[in-house]
């Protein structure tokens, strides 16, 4: 059938719906969309189920950090309970894409703040729409004393760097970002571990 087509006759409306369903997931054309809805009409109940579920679980167990604003299924998420994190040191990220990716160089030892996203007017966010409010109350409480702007190199995320940063210049709080081992207009979800490492041991301060 023409690839743009978005149902076939030859399949009935329950199949069509899942494959439309799958199809408007990123990065999942429609030929892969029908090999996985026949993946799951071809699989047994019980297995179906469980992948039914899975989404679910994602949808109504996931939420927000009371701490870090990340994702958590908890209050408080692992890495904000853990004992062994340096809670005097915060590192901002822009999304929890963006803290698992520096997680995965096994080198960090602090905590995080995940802003949800980053400043850009032209979009219609501003900095009311971050979580930047916590950040700063985080911060008013006393025991952090380094920030580490993690937000990514482009121009929004600079922009949001600077932005927090402005708000905090009475304090005595150092702040530092990652070093430029991360190319100007890239996204840290998407950098290896190598130039993340580089970037985290290299972190200067923000003048």
Not at 175 to 201: C, V, Y
Request: net charge negative.
């Amino acid at each position: 059938m023409p690839e743009n087509n978005t149902t076939n006759p030859a399949y009935t409306k329950a199949l069509n719906n899942l494959i439309e369903k799958f199809a408007e997931l990123p990065g999942i054309g429609r030929k892969t969309a029908e090999r996985l809805a026949f993946h799951v009409l071809k699989s047994d109940k019980a297995e179906a189920m469980e992948l039914a579920r899975a989404v679910s679980d994602v949808k109504t167990k996931i939420k927000q950090c009371r701490v870090c604003c990340s994702y958590s299924e908890e209050d408080v998420c692992p890495i904000c309970q853990d004992p062994s994190r340096d809670k005097s040191t915060v590192c901002v990220v822009e999304q929890p894409k963006d803290l698992i990716s520096l997680e995965k160089t096994g080198i960090c030892k602090w905590t995080y703040h995940v802003l949800g996203g980053h400043i850009a007017p032209l979009e219609g966010i501003e900095p009311e729409d971050l979580t930047i409010d916590k950040l700063i109350s985080r911060i008013r409480q006393g025991k952090i004393r380094e920030l580490v702007m993690a937000t990514n190199p482009t121009v929004e995320g600079d922009a949001t760097s600077l932005y927090v940063t402005s708000l905090l210049r009475d304090s005595s709080i150092r702040i530092t970002r990652l070093a430029r081992g991360l190319p100007a207009g890239s996204s840290i979800e998407f950098s290896n571990n190598s130039i993340l490492s580089d970037a985290i041991l290299g972190r200067d301060e923000i003048e």
